[in-house]
């Protein structure tokens, strides 16, 4: 595909986990209008969620072989932690934005530090699942400029 979105873990409880942060719509909505609005731009998109750090690795690193454009990824709480997931970004180089449904820097002091913000194209944080939306437009832009 041309675009890859990953999600991280405890994403596929979106819808009901915690619906006052993160919303009511479940993944498969947010990945089902993301792939009707790739259609309608004229590319391919792929997503893919995880609750395992070293599958997202390995996805990433497939990414690579598929010849993947751009990606998009909301780490979940392997933003905060995962060296891992940043080394395998910056392996591939792939260019991405990083997207969190919530405000993360209005909540615990754990969630400011980003392991992915400092090489990410972007960082689109507490406007629920539009974020997505936005994210998949930039990246568009940005691969359309690339060709
Ligand atoms: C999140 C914010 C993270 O701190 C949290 O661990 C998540 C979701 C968000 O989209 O707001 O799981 O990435």
Redesign the pocket.
């Known amino acids: 595909a041309d675009i890859l979105v990953l999600h ?1 873990p ?2 596929n409880m979106l819808g009901i986990r915690e619906p006052g942060i ?1 919303g009511s719509k479940s993944l498969d909505d947010i990945n089902s209008d993301l792939v009707q609005q790739a259609e309608s731009l004229g590319v391919t998109l792929d997503t893919f969620q995880s609750n395992t750090e070293g599958e997202l690795v390995t996805r990433i690193q497939q990414a690579y072989q598929e010849s993947v454009q751009f990606i998009i990824i ?1 780490p ?2 392997y ?2 932690t995962s060296v891992a997931m940043r080394d395998a970004l910056l392996s591939v180089k792939i260019p991405f934005i990083e997207v ?3 405000n ?1 820097h209005q909540r615990e002091s754990f ?1 400011h530090h980003s392991y992915f913000s400092d090489k990410a194209v972007a960082v689109i ?1 507490g406007l629920g699942a539009n974020g997505y939306t936005y994210a998949l437009d930039a990246a568009y832009q940005q691969i359309s400029q690339a060709k």
């Open positions: 991280g405890n994403l993160y909301n979940a709480a933003t905060h969190h449904l919530s993360v969630r944080c």
